[in-house]
């Protein structure tokens, strides 16, 4: 079948956009869509829901505070969001890639100040434009980026979330295991996951691994092409450590099954095992820009544990292949039945990857488009 990014528009109260999290991060509402229909849950269940021997997968990323507010040297107000930290230079300074929000674009070798609630500042200088199509700005800080940012930034929330964010914010959007800094997005799939369920996991012998994705802006974009074909998919920096191919191996080896935490864990995971003849993952870091589409065929994960995404997203999409096309709008209108919570403070679902996932309108079973 040949779908159109219309095929994965729907209807979704305003009110169901979750502004804020659950007071607390395990009671948030699971849908377990794994057979139809579906079943409601607590997410503290997620335990009861899996067997001794499967292998959870977690995106270990850790968000920063990458929005910032200033002026340029003439005057006028400047928004930016860091997208990327790009490694320090020699000269000690470090340089990262932005975007610019102004009622005027500035030009290479202007210096843009960015400040705090206390009034502190520092001056950050313009280097040109950078990254796919130009669209984003490479910015010289004169320090290291990551320590400014937490001095200077803000907690980089979604576009969907109206209040500006504080230290609830700064708490909660943040997994529990977050170790590795560089995500301007939370991989929210992990938001619902605390001690006790990591506990519950444990005890009952669910094993664990972690995968690093930096999350980038580019989640939250809708597809604005009508064929799926013409969509440019944004890039993101990943890495597999060996521990995890070797753990995925093991987890093979036993007959249990890999659980995805997340689309970014996922894209992760099938990023690092295209093309690979034991249909396993390549350890090592690199960049993505795969575009999971109905027919991909999947060769790592068989469960995914995710949120509910915003429509005519590459995320409708890639849930779309994975559980099935039919499957995914039952799910969706029953979650919107139920007065679920969506977004990424919003509630989650269980899905397994369906016995058609890779063959659904191509032949080739593999609807990619690794760039």
Known sequence: ???????????????????????????????????????????????????????????????????????????????????RVLPGTEDGRHEVWAHLRASKSP????????????????????????????????????????????????????????????????????????????????????????????????????????????????????????????????????????ATVDAIAETRARGGRVIAVGTTTLRSLESAALGTPDRLPRAGARDTDIFITPGFDFRVVDRLVTNFHLPRSTLMMLVSAFAGFDAIRTLYADAIARRMRFFSYGDAMLLQRAASAGNDGDPSGNSAVPR
């Open 1 to 83: 079948m040949n779908h159109t990014v219309a095929d994965f528009d729907f209807d979704l109260p305003q009110e169901l956009i979750a502004q804020h999290p659950t007071p607390e991060r395990s009671a948030s509402r699971l849908l377990d869509g794994r057979a139809l229909p579906a079943t409601e849950r607590v997410f503290r269940e997620l335990p009861d829901l899996l067997e001794p021997g499967d292998l959870l997968v977690f995106n270990d990323t850790r968000v920063i505070r990458a929005r910032l507010h200033g002026a340029k040297d003439t005057g006028g107000s400047v928004e930016a969001l860091v997208e």
């Open 107 to 242: 030009r290479a070798g202007q210096t843009v100040h960015f400040h705090n609630a206390a009034g502190e500042r520092f001056a950050a200088e313009v280097l040109g434009r950078c990254g796919p199509e130009n669209g984003l700005f490479h910015l010289r800080l004169p320090g290291d980026a990551l320590t400014l940012l937490e001095q200077f930034g803000h907690v980089p929330l979604p576009p969907y979330i109206t209040h500006a964010d504080d230290e609830d914010d700064a708490r909660r959007y943040q997994t529990v295991f977050a170790r590795v800094p560089g995500a301007v997005a939370a991989p929210t799939a992990a938001l619902h996951f605390d001690e006790g369920v990591l506990a519950a996991l444990e005890a009952r012998g669910v094993r664990r691994a972690s995968v690093t994705l930096h999350v980038g802006a580019g989640t939250f974009q809708p597809v604005r092409v009508e064929s799926i074909s013409d969509h440019r998919m944004h890039s993101e920096w990943f890495e597999v450590p060996q």
